[in-house]
């Protein structure tokens, strides 16, 4: 795009095409072969093979060591994926547009050019995604030792990102990574996951701040690093191998709204891996 540079994070070849289409900047994660014109996060310095672990922030560690520094300033960076897409106008929330979207009209809705919207910012982040809506039947399925440690908790008014986390990422385990941040963002961080019943969408943002950006991959990949001292990489089922990314995930929410006055757009779900788009 003229006025966005988009990088969309995939695992598979076959979405050069579309990605071509939309003007994106294709980025080929982990370990499947990708054609020469895919940007890949195993080249220069990198950590590609925390992959599994760290999600999209692999890539991210990549386009900071790599890239951010000849990036251009001011003008609009930032990422994607082949799941969760960036929509193309604010008049629908992202439940509505993925309650809504389908392979035909997927080209009505998906990000093309910088809204009118954005020009007062410098940061755009997903939409709010709310704990306190999750149903309660699956909270209890998967939170049976939290539930009889503090039954109020899990009255809808209470449901915090903390008990969220401790229920579907393990008991304590926030309360550990947090334990590993810095003084200055410990106790914010901390009050933050305790008191907040929502948090920003799907670990993506768009930017035009280089300081910025430099300034909230320096915090959380320091952050990270420390916290592999307490979980390590023998980790087992989704929740826990992907631990980093979940911690990264509620990080990004609260230091950018710490730092920055973000702007709030949707990010719809759509798998372009089990629905066959063509992007026109």
Not at 22 to 34: A, H, K, Q, R, T
Not at 44 to 73: D, Q, R, V
Not at 190 to 206: A, D, G, M, V, Y
Not at 219 to 235: A, M, N
């Amino acid at each position: 795009m003229k006025d966005i540079d988009l990088y969309c994070m995939c695992l598979n070849e076959h979405h050069i095409g579309n990605i071509k289409k939309l003007g994106y900047i294709p980025v080929g994660l982990g370990s499947n072969d990708f054609s020469k014109d895919w940007i890949r996060d195993n080249t220069g310095e990198n950590i590609s093979h925390k992959n599994p672990y760290y999600g999209e922030y692999t890539f991210y560690y990549w386009f900071w060591k790599n890239l951010l520094p000849k990036i251009n300033e001011n003008k609009w960076t930032g990422f994607t994926g082949y799941r969760y897409h960036w929509g193309a106008k604010n008049n629908l929330s992202s439940d509505q547009i993925t309650k809504n979207v389908t392979a035909e009209n997927f080209n009505n809705y998906i990000l093309r050019k910088e809204p009118d919207e954005w020009k007062d910012y410098e940061l755009i982040l997903g939409e709010q995604w709310f704990v306190n809506n999750y149903k309660l039947s699956k909270i209890i399925k998967h939170g049976k030792k939290a539930l009889v440690r503090n039954p109020l908790a899990f009255l809808k008014k209470n449901r915090s990102i903390k008990l969220h986390f401790d229920i579907f990422h393990g008991t304590g385990n926030l309360d550990k990574a947090i334990d590993m941040l810095d003084e200055k963002e410990k106790n914010d961080f901390r009050s933050f996951t305790k008191n907040k019943k929502s948090f920003n969408r799907e670990n993506l943002f768009i930017c035009r701040s280089k300081k910025l950006m430099d300034s909230y991959f320096n915090s959380v990949f320091e952050w990270l690093e420390r916290c592999e001292k307490i979980f390590g990489f023998k980790l087992e089922g989704y929740s826990m191998t992907r631990i980093y990314a979940f911690l990264a995930e509620r990080y990004l929410s609260y230091w950018f709204q710490k730092y920055s006055k973000p702007l709030e757009w949707p990010i719809f779900f759509f798998d372009t891996n089990k629905n066959k788009i063509e992007v026109k």
